[in-house]
Nanobody, 117 residues
Framework: QVQLVDSGGGFVQPGGSLGLSCASS????????MRWYRQAPGKQRELVAG???????SYADSVKGRFAISRDNAKNTVHLQMNSLKPEDTAVYYC???????????WGQGTQVTVSS
């Protein structure tokens, strides 16, 4: 069974940058999506960015032009580079793996990102 560990969160001032990483415990087979979600207190979890096993990316409108998602299939990792951070980006960020053929989601434990002056 796949296990995900996400990391890289922290405290940053508005306009700053952070990079989040997510590592899988083992190889990922078949067509899949790796995604980053975030959840702020009192709000529902929302999709931030996603990347398919073929490298096709998508972003929420709120982060387009500021965030970049990438993956390394050989290392079974996914990365989220966050630039020009805003206070509204403050949330717990979760790595997600969706296996299409099995329709199964796996989740990382979450990493806190706080953007404040």
């Amino acid at each position: 069974q796949v296990q995900l560990v996400d990391s890289g969160g922290g405290f940053v001032q508005p306009g700053g940058s952070l990079g989040l990483s997510c590592a899988s415990s083992g190889s990922i087979f078949g067509f899949n999506f790796m995604r980053w979600y975030r959840q702020a207190p009192g709000k529902q979890r929302e999709l931030v960015a996603g990347i398919s096993s073929a490298g096709i990316t998508s972003y929420a409108d709120s982060v387009k032009g500021r965030f970049a998602i990438s993956r390394d299939n050989a290392k079974n990792t996914v990365h989220l580079q966050m630039n020009s951070l805003k206070p509204e980006d403050t949330a717990v960020y979760y790595c997600n793996l969706f296996l299409v053929s099995r329709r199964i989601d796996y989740w990382g434990q979450g990493t806190q990102v706080t953007v404040s002056s």
